[in-house]
């Protein structure tokens, strides 16, 4: 079955630090890949999305993300965090199988020191 | 564009009433779905639907009804609401198989089942 995982439940980061969020997916095939990030008492917002071409993809709010096939990763990365990116943030696959579907991992929530 | 939107943004229940969350959407999307938000699990698809008077099943849809008159509405029914369903509820829609399958995610709807 497919199935995204999100290894970290909570990470916590100084102001300034760089950022990675891990994301693997299990899926046979190559995947539609997203990160969306849910600010407290939000929606979510897509950060960035991956379907083909440059495995390395750039987003919003200075946020990038690596699709690395040999792992089933797409990994996401920030080189300076500001307290403004404190959020939760959830990986997820399309899956174009008879109709698209999307599959969400459970979320990092990512919390900022001063 | 208003984009997605969805009312009431908190509820209260008692086990056994019903009540219906609207969402609506001004972008012309085919697809929408209703998700739940509960903590450590991500978000799980409840129903979904492709099109006006076509909807269907997702991962947890037992406690749940939909339809879909128009293309702008895709309104969410408990028949009977249990303390289970305390959750987070987000309604998203998308474009079809057009578009490069990014959702759009309404506020959310806190509902609390006692």
């Known amino acids: 079955a497919q199935s995204v995982t999100q290894p970290d439940i909570h990470i916590t980061v100084s102001e300034g630090a760089s950022l990675e969020l891990r994301c693997n997916y299990s899926y046979g095939a190559t995947p539609y890949l997203f990160w969306y990030v849910q600010s407290p008492g939000q929606g979510l917002q897509l950060l960035l999305k991956y379907f083909s071409g440059d495995t390395l993809v750039q987003g919003i709010k200075g946020f990038e993300a690596e699709f690395k096939r040999s792992q089933s990763s797409f990994n996401l990365r920030k080189p300076s965090v500001h307290w403004s990116d404190a959020a939760e943030y959830f990986c997820?696959?399309?899956?174009?199988?008879?109709?698209?579907?999307?599959?969400f991992g459970a979320g990092t929530r990512l919390f900022v020191k001063a | 564009n208003a984009g997605v939107t969805q009312t009431p943004k908190f509820q209260v229940l008692k086990t056994g009433q019903s009540m219906t969350l609207q969402c609506a959407q001004d972008m012309n999307h085919e697809y929408m779905s209703w998700y739940r938000q509960d903590p450590g699990m991500g978000l799980r698809l409840i129903h979904y639907?492709?099109?006006?008077?076509?909807?269907d099943q997702g991962e947890v849809p037992n406690g749940y009804n939909v339809s879909r008159s128009t293309t702008e509405d895709f309104p969410l029914r408990l028949l009977s609401a249990a303390p289970s369903q305390t959750s987070v509820y987000f309604c998203?829609?998308?474009?079809?198989?057009?578009?490069?399958?990014?959702?759009?995610f309404g506020p959310g709807t806190r509902l609390t089942v006692t």
């Open positions: 997820a696959v399309g899956l174009n199988t008879g109709g698209f579907k999307t599959i």
């Open positions: 998203a829609s998308r474009l079809g198989t057009m578009g490069t399958y990014e959702q759009y």
């Open positions: 639907s492709v099109g006006a008077g076509i909807t």
